[in-house]
């Protein structure tokens, strides 16, 4: 009954709705049609973003006496999920700051000739392809098991439904409730920023009112458009994640979690919810999901066999599973858990794991006639080895996550991974 009232909050495709939302208005002057997400956008088709130091913030404007906005610590972005967190904060900021700098560079390149509306259109299309590049060539073989996800990326899914069957476009709750959430185990219980390290809790909550957990971790400003910026010593130094000095690095892809998200914070009362292994489970029980043997049995898999699903795991743990029933019917995303540190040491995602992952991320590109799979051989801009943008220092080539963050002015030290590519005769995306 709840899985039959379920309506998806997102469009069917990796446009990054969550960055653009539903656009600016591209008719300018006193009679052009607004749109709802104008506020996120500076009168130049650029987003509003504001520098701290050495990288950038999202915005957080001042409530005037006409806003509906109680919370001015909150930023302004098309999906508020995607200020929860520092990390996720930091990263939507550099696709901001990227999209921004390929502005400039139609512009420069351009010799000025590209600007407003029309520089919005190209760069929104150059940045969704980069961003699409990223997850389908680099994300994905770097998760999932690179044979499955070649494979899919060849011939197609297999079992995604909205591909391999014709039927109108869906995100399977498979994957949404359960197999995407191997991202859960890889979460460290603490990550170095720019100066110091804070714990996973710590992190959380970006702009919660009031907020409870210390350290406060944004800074109210005494002037300017903004009324709270994230404190410099607290945002991404992009080299703690990348590069020769990294020290952030995911965990394997296994059953435990860091132990500060089985407390999560800001969920009121002691709810089981603040709890995140019992937030997955029971999430996937209200919905019916099916278990990992049985949607390894729809795709042809022999599943974990009893002596696997066990292997390894407490005494504590060995008991649940056997008293439970659960050797034989065993959640999904605990499958998918298990299967990944049987299989590949927790390396990457198992064989069905791999299999959800990579057909529905795969299947909606494919389905997606603008996408950067289905723009091969038609836009110069996109290659085998990444996406050409142009930057005001000319035309580079992004083909990796380093590359994209430096292109956003927020990793220098990725610049050796921005191929520089001839001018064009023409400008064309």
Not at 54 to 67: A, E, K, M, Q, V
Not at 77 to 105: C, K, P, T, W, Y
Request: net charge neutral; hydrophobic share 40%; glycine share 10%.
């Amino acid at each position: 009954m709840v899985a039959a009232t379920l309506k998806n909050g997102r469009r069917p495709q990796l446009d990054l709705d969550s960055l653009y939302g539903d656009g600016p208005g591209l008719i300018a002057g006193a009679n052009g049609a607004a749109t709802a997400a104008q506020a996120l956008y500076e009168a130049d088709y650029k987003f509003r973003l504001q520098d701290v130091g050495p990288t950038h913030d999202l915005p957080r404007p001042r409530s005037s006496t006409n806003s509906h906005r109680s919370n001015e610590r909150a930023a302004l972005i098309a999906d508020a999920r995607n200020d929860e967190n520092i990390n996720i904060s930091q990263l939507h900021a550099a696709f901001l700051a990227f999209h921004n700098a390929v502005m400039d560079g139609l512009k420069t390149e351009s010799k000025g000739k590209v600007t407003g509306a029309a520089a919005f259109v190209r760069a929104r299309q150059l940045v969704r392809w980069t961003y699409q590049y990223l997850v389908g060539e680099i994300y994905l073989k770097t998760v999932c098991h690179e044979d499955v996800v070649s494979d899919v990326l060849r011939n197609g899914p297999s079992f995604y439904g909205s591909v391999a069957g014709g039927l109108p476009l869906f995100m399977p709750l498979e994957f949404s409730v359960a197999a995407f959430r191997f991202g859960h185990s890889m979460i460290r219980p603490e990550y170095r920023l720019r100066d110091g390290e804070l714990t996973i809790r710590q992190i959380l909550g970006v702009s919660v009112a009031n907020r409870p957990m210390p350290p406060d971790i944004l800074a109210r400003l005494s002037d300017g458009p903004n009324a709270f910026a994230l404190e410099r010593k607290f945002t991404v130094d992009w080299k703690h994640f990348f590069g020769p000095k990294a020290v952030n690095f995911a965990r394997r892809i296994d059953t435990l979690i860091a132990d500060e998200l089985n407390l999560l914070p800001f969920v009121k009362g002691n709810s089981v919810m603040a709890h995140l292994a019992q937030r997955n489970l029971l999430r996937a029980l209200s919905l019916s999901i099916p278990t990992g043997q049985a949607v390894a049995a729809a795709c042809g898999i022999i599943p974990l066999n009893p002596e696997e699903i066990c292997r390894g795991e407490d005494d504590d743990i060995v008991a649940v599973l056997t008293d439970g029933g659960f050797l034989s019917r065993t959640p999904l995303w605990y499958y998918v858990l298990r299967e990944a540190a049987i299989q590949t040491g927790g390396e990457t995602l198992g064989v069905v794991g791999s299999r959800i992952v990579a057909e529905c991320i795969i299947g909606l590109l494919k389905k997606d006639q603008n996408s950067y799979i289905n723009q091969y051989g038609i836009a110069r801009s996109i290659t085998k080895e990444g996406i050409e943008v142009p930057l005001k220092g000319g035309r580079f080539r992004i083909g990796s996550i380093e590359a994209f963050l430096f292109a956003a002015g927020v990793y220098p030290e990725g610049g050796s991974c921005a191929e520089p590519v001839k001018p064009r005769d023409r400008l064309t995306v």
